[in-house]
């Protein structure tokens, strides 16, 4: 059972690494790629929020350099800041960036004023994400690859667009696991009915894109 319960573990983050490289690939004039079809955004404001996390990242690294050590992500056009900052002026100036730009619907500033983590630190980060991944994957009805899981420290962050079922669900199943402190939630709330149409629709970009000629 152990061994069992530790092969699902590996799988399981395997594929929660592929599907979080994963890119939109154009093959034979058809776009394809299971994150799109999972996430109940649509795939122009996926774009955008890759865009705001590799802009903001790329920016904010040229302008603080080794003063500052900083996470950002972005979900539905809001976006999330992590990590340590040297002083009060930095965390401020990170905050004023990326709250001008244009697609940043709002701005979550959660830097720490310390030293940066250590690789260590972050490994561990990395690998409680993973695993609230995996129970997030091996739970039903959970839409896992609707949300972003962020870890820093014994603090994680949950990003997505959820039912308020679902979200209360996913912040259970965050709490309850072995290494988290605190929980903090910013998801999109939506209805059931939202719910059945997004993933009507998703079926049926899914369907059409099967379908497309080659």
């Known amino acids: 059972m ?10 399981a983050v395997m594929t ?25 955004r649509s795939p122009s404001v996926q774009a955008i929020d890759k865009g705001i996390e590799w ?3 790329g ?30 002026g930095l ?19 959660e830097l720490i004023i310390g030293p940066n983590s250590s690789y260590t630190a972050r490994a561990n980060d990395s ?11 091996f739970t039903e009805k ?9 870890a820093e420290g014994s603090s994680v962050y949950l990003m997505g667009i959820l039912t308020q079922g679902e979200a209360e669900l996913a912040k259970k199943i965050t709490s309850n696991t072995n290494g988290v402190k605190d929980v903090y939630v910013y998801f999109d709330i939506i209805s059931d ?8 629709a998703g079926k049926a970009d899914q369907s059409q894109s099967d379908n497309a000629p080659k």
Do not use: W
């Open 2 to 11: 152990q061994i069992s319960s530790f092969l699902k573990l590996v799988l």
């Open 16 to 40: 929660v690494s592929q599907l979080s490289s994963c890119a939109v690939v154009a093959v034979g004039g058809v776009t394809a790629t299971a994150t799109v079809m999972a996430d109940r």
């Open 55 to 57: 802009e903001a990242s």
């Open 59 to 88: 920016a904010l690294s040229k302008k603080f350099g080794d003063n500052a050590h900083i996470n950002v992500t972005s979900f539905n056009q809001k976006v999330l800041l992590t990590g340590e900052v040297k002083d009060a």
């Open 91 to 109: 965390k401020r100036e990170a905050d004023i960036y990326v709250k001008a730009m244009k697609n940043a619907r709002t701005v979550y500033n």
């Open 127 to 137: 690998y409680l994400e993973s695993k609230i991944k995996t129970q997030m994957i």
């Open 142 to 150: 959970l839409p896992s690859n609707s949300m972003a899981i962020v």
């Open 193 to 200: 009915a939202e719910k059945t149409r997004l993933e009507k």
